[in-house]
């Protein structure tokens, strides 16, 4: 019985040891985990014990761009259309019919170019009536002519016999009053040949006008009249339009009166059939705004040598507001919009070796969007031409991440 008593109080002294040893070692490793905790702050990118800072955040898989630098201005994009700077329906300028036709549609006709011939036949026998009177008017100034000169010889010859009293103070009378009619009728001839010659003339100018000419450069866009019509003074025989320049009519907002079309800088007009631009030389506001649309026009001139553009081609505008100014030119993809506003995440250069960069949030006030992507003023922007902004993985960035 003693036996069994020591071997269970044995048992009993070595299982106590057990939850001893089994103790302290818990203890020590408690001590160890509370030490390191403690540690934790003070760990860096160096290692434990070594300041570096704040925790740095697991890194993020992201896409970034540059930021450009920009000398530009707010632009309107507007539409309109292609107008030809002169259209005119050429028009005959005398009546007569139709006998030739010398231009179709789509001629090109230069200034002088002739485009219809009118039977002539009337005015010119109208006009060979009135060379005819031309010519006796002026075989009757010679005769009058004549008759002045005898009338001014007989009223000498009389005068100096009136002192021997050959010739009475009557017949005097009647040579000085058969020289005045003499004279008279000397003018009345003048004026003859005038009205004569002047019948000629306007004979002669009819006569040019049965031949219809192009009165400046263009494009026939329209035969009015075929041959064998009868045409009246002003009837239209051919509708020609002027090719280079072109007009483009643009239709802008009304908001935009004061500050668009001041700057030729930047001015586009895009041709919409094939995307095509070309720089206006002159831009001109007409200060007149719709009642129903609130929209005005603006009117820019474009060289057109090559005939590409056409009148009636659907345009838009790339119309410039305001002055340019220095912008910073960003990704749309990289503007964030949050409860906070609206930011753009640029990348931090870290402050240590071997640490990762961040994305720093920076709030950002958008000018105006154009192309994909936002041009913000670089005056206090909190960020330069320098730097790069996040474009991709931004919505999941944390803040020191």
């Known amino acids: 019985m003693e036996d069994k008593e020591q071997q269970t109080e044995s048992n009993r002294g070595n299982s106590a040891a057990v939850v001893a040893v089994m103790a302290i070692v818990l203890v020590v490793v408690t001590v160890i985990v509370i030490q390191m905790i403690q540690q934790a702050p003070m760990a860096g990118p160096g290692g434990p014990g070594v300041p570096g800072g704040p925790p740095q955040m697991p890194p993020a898989a992201v896409i970034v761009a540059p930021i450009q630098a920009e000398n530009t201005q707010k632009q309107a994009i507007v539409t309109g259309t292609l ?156 509708t020609i339009v002027t090719m280079d320049p072109m007009e483009a009519w643009l239709r802008v907002p009304a908001r935009h009166l004061d500050a668009a079309g001041n700057e030729l800088a930047g001015f586009k007009v895009r041709q919409s059939a094939t995307g095509q631009t070309f720089t206006p030389t002159k831009v001109t506001r007409v200060p007149e705004v719709n009642g129903r649309s609130q929209l005005f026009t603006l009117v820019a001139t474009v060289s057109n040598p090559d005939r590409k553009l056409i009148p009636g081609e659907s345009v838009t505008g790339i119309v410039p507001i305001g002055k340019p100014a220095e912008h910073l030119r960003v990704p749309l993809n990289a503007i964030v919009h949050s409860p906070h506003g609206t930011v753009i995440y640029v990348v931090q250069k870290p402050l240590i070796d071997d640490a990762l960069p961040t994305g720093r949030p920076v709030s950002a006030r958008i000018a105006f969007a154009r192309n994909g992507s936002a041009f913000i003023a670089a005056d206090n922007a909190g960020f330069s031409a320098d730097d790069r902004v996040v474009v991709e993985g931004n919505q999941r960035l944390l803040p020191g991440q």
Not at 92 to 119: F, H, N, R, S, Y
């Open 83 to 238: 107008r030809a700077r002169s259209k005119m329906a050429v028009a005959a300028q005398e009546a007569g019919a139709v006998v030739k036709m010398l231009i179709d549609e789509g001629d090109e006709v230069q200034p002088g170019t002739t485009l219809a011939i009118l039977d002539a036949r009337r005015i010119k026998a109208q006009l060979d009536e009135a060379r005819a009177r031309l010519t006796v008017a002026s075989n009757l100034f010679e005769q009058r002519q004549a008759e002045h000169v005898r009338a001014e010889i007989d009223l000498r010859m009389k005068a100096g016999l009136t002192a021997s009293k050959a010739v009475s103070q009557s017949d005097v009378l009647d040579a000085e009053k058969t020289l005045k009619v003499a004279a008279s009728q000397v003018k009345s001839a003048a004026d003859g040949i005038s009205e004569a010659q002047s019948r000629v003339e306007l004979l002669d100018v009819q006569l040019s006008d049965l031949t219809v000419k192009a009165p400046l450069a263009g494009v026939v866009v329209s035969r009015n009249v075929e041959p064998g019509e009868w045409v009246a003074a002003g009837t239209s025989v051919a």
